[in-house]
């Protein structure tokens, strides 16, 4: 069915950054002309305690991984079983991250074609919705012993390439293959000389045009592999196919970590405008949303314009928006979601009623027939709920850390209320920036410092 041998891989591990976290687990059946010619699996000590959660998904303890080999003493198996064969997995990407730091950490550079059996379902089975591997499991009833195990996934892959061995015409199946090991950027061996230079690390690509203008600017914690899927032949957006036929060169910034990637997409997205990216906020003003108390007390929402978050009450603040059109937009479905009035919230103006007490969907604030404490109350929920803006919960600054354990280099970030005014990194570069809110760089860092548990500390 397939021209190349296969290796079909599946790993456990102890999270899903392969830049900080370890394989487990690895399970590899080597397929050459249709049958399995090979097959290797083995715990792996991580040299660090998993956790509790990790422990309980896959049933792997940490005691059964104290006896377990380290990475670096099956290398030779491992490499044995990849050699000249076409990376197979569920999300390839994952799997095939994981595989290629472990070996970089031990000084081989992999690089291999890969072939996801994801997209493989899709293209084959389009009709239906989920193509996890639950859902293949279930679809067709095939038979493991352990799920979460790194040999029984692996196995029920095997499954799959069988079934539909019998019952995909032949000439579909052999399309499929062609279409998804095959890029979209084979044809051009310009491209693909760039792209195959792309590095298997953190940081920014920018795809130009023939007149040299920035097309796109994306972030990566993988470029290279960020740029290849851009190439995919499943692409059906027509933008995103336009995109691609207009590149003609590929640039990089190289970054330490994933905090770094996105802050310099930001960065470069405001200063280049590139044609296929949806514009970030790059005003010197935007528009925020505060809560107020009228006079007739009712609590309200008070929009205005500002050059700086020093300018606004902080702990009455909503969120930012890039224009009043946003912001109406905004309080509209702020208004219909929470039922709220939408001449108390000024979206409304003259004598009596607003125009959906009329349709029934008001309870009558604007006339005062509802009462405050009750109408307050429902505001008030509506604005924890919704808030796009939480207070700055340090005091003063503070310095976020990003770690490269890998190649051994690191960057920082210090901020103040929400302002990048600074980093540097190891190799002694600094550099400084005015201490103004931008509500891009707002939301990267929050989000980062929320779900990424970063190292910082205050200054």
Excluded at 99 to 122: H, P, Q, W
Excluded at 209 to 216: F, G, H, Q, S
Excluded at 369 to 383: C, H, V
């Amino acid at each position: 069915m397939f021209d190349r041998d296969l290796v079909i891989i599946d790993v456990e591990t102890t999270g899903i950054s392969p830049l900080y976290e370890r394989v487990i687990e690895l399970a590899m059946i080597r397929i050459s002309k249709n049958k399995i010619v090979d097959k290797f699996t083995t715990l792996i000590n991580p040299q660090k305690q998993i956790s509790p959660f990790i422990s309980s998904f896959t049933g792997i303890t940490n005691e059964e991984l104290e006896d377990a080999p380290i990475f670096e003493d099956i290398k030779d198996r491992i490499i044995e079983m990849l050699a000249g064969a076409v990376f197979v997995a569920h999300n390839v990407r994952f799997d095939y991250s994981f595989i290629k730091t472990e070996l970089k950490r031990i000084g081989v550079n992999y690089k291999a074609k890969t072939f996801c059996t994801v997209r493989l379902s899709r293209r084959l089975y389009p009709e239906h919705r989920s193509h996890s591997l639950e859902s293949v499991i279930a679809r067709f009833n095939f038979k493991f012993i352990n799920r979460h195990r790194a040999y029984d996934d692996a196995f029920v892959l095997w499954q799959f390439l069988q079934k539909i061995k019998k019952t995909i015409p032949k000439q579909t199946l052999l399309k499929a293959w062609a279409d998804l090991t095959k890029s979209l950027y084979s044809v051009n061996d310009d491209i693909k000389t760039q792209v195959d230079a792309l590095p298997e690390t953190s940081g920014v690509y920018i795809f130009y045009n023939k007149d040299n203008e920035v097309l796109y600017v994306g972030k990566s914690k993988n470029i290279s592999d960020r740029v290849v899927s851009h190439f995919s032949q499943d692409v059906t957006s027509t933008k995103h196919l336009n995109l691609i036929k207009e590149i003609v060169r590929i640039g990089h910034l190289v970054t330490t970590g994933e905090l770094g990637a996105l802050l310099l997409e930001s960065q470069l997205i405001k200063e280049l405008h590139p044609i296929y990216n949806a514009r970030l906020l790059d005003k010197k003003e935007f528009v925020v949303l505060t809560k107020e108390l009228k006079k007739n007390g009712y609590w309200t929402l008070k929009s205005e314009t500002v050059k700086s978050l020093t300018e606004v009450d902080t702990d009455n603040l909503l969120g930012a928006f890039k224009n009043k059109r946003a912001v109406k937009e905004y309080l509209e479905a702020f208004a219909d979601k929470y039922k709220l009035c939408k001449k108390v919230l000024g979206l409304e103006s003259g004598k009596g009623s607003c125009f959906a007490y009329k349709l029934k969907k008001c309870r009558g604030a604007c006339l005062k027939k509802e009462k405050k404490q009750i109408y307050n109350s429902r505001f008030l929920i509506a604005f924890i709920e919704s808030r796009q803006f939480r207070p700055w919960p340090h005091k003063g600054l503070i310095e976020i850390m990003e770690k490269n354990k890998i190649e051994d280099k690191w960057e920082s970030y210090i901020v103040d209320n929400w302002c990048l005014i600074g980093k540097k990194n190891n190799v002694g570069d600094e550099e400084k920036f005015s201490p103004v809110f931008d509500p891009d760089i707002y939301r990267i860092i929050e989000r980062y410092l929320r779900n990424n548990n970063p190292s910082f500390r205050k200054i």
